[in-house]
């Protein structure tokens, strides 16, 4: 089992710039494939990013593509986000996830991460 705490939300302006952290507990973080997700007030809890068990893979939504990167150092137990360009329609809740898949294969799924953390605001103004 892992438990997760995500860090680094907070209010920003458009156009700026945020690094969201989670950190996981236990000794096989590097056996998990990593997900951010994202939920908005009213709205379903929407794929941002994923990454392999080493972090030579990663997948970003197309909402993201560009301006978000998923990294994750696996001597940390750490998975980060980088959020540049930020743009209001980036206001959500930010959750990061675990996936104990067998083949680190990257899902985009919210069903198929088995473990989250309580989330972190991110607020962004025009």
């Known amino acids: 089992q892992v438990q997760l705490v995500e860090s680094g939300g907070g209010l920003v302006q458009a156009g700026g710039s945020l690094r969201l952290s989670c950190t996981a507990s236990g000794r096989t973080f590097s056996r998990y494939v990593m997900g951010w997700f994202r939920q908005a007030p009213g709205n379903e809890r929407e794929f941002v990013a994923a990454i392999g068990w080493n972090g030579g893979s990663t997948y970003n939504g197309d909402s993201v593509k560009g301006r978000f990167t998923i990294s994750r150092d696996n001597a940390k137990n750490t998975l980060y986000l980088q959020m540049n360009s930020l743009k209001p329609e980036d206001t959500a809740i930010y959750y990061c996830?675990?996936?104990?898949?067998?083949?680190?294969?990257?899902?985009?799924?919210?069903?198929?991460?088995?473990?989250w953390g309580q989330g972190t605001q991110v607020t962004v103004s025009s």
């Open positions: 996830a675990a996936d104990r898949n067998q083949m680190n294969r990257l899902t985009t799924t919210s069903h198929d991460y088995d473990y």
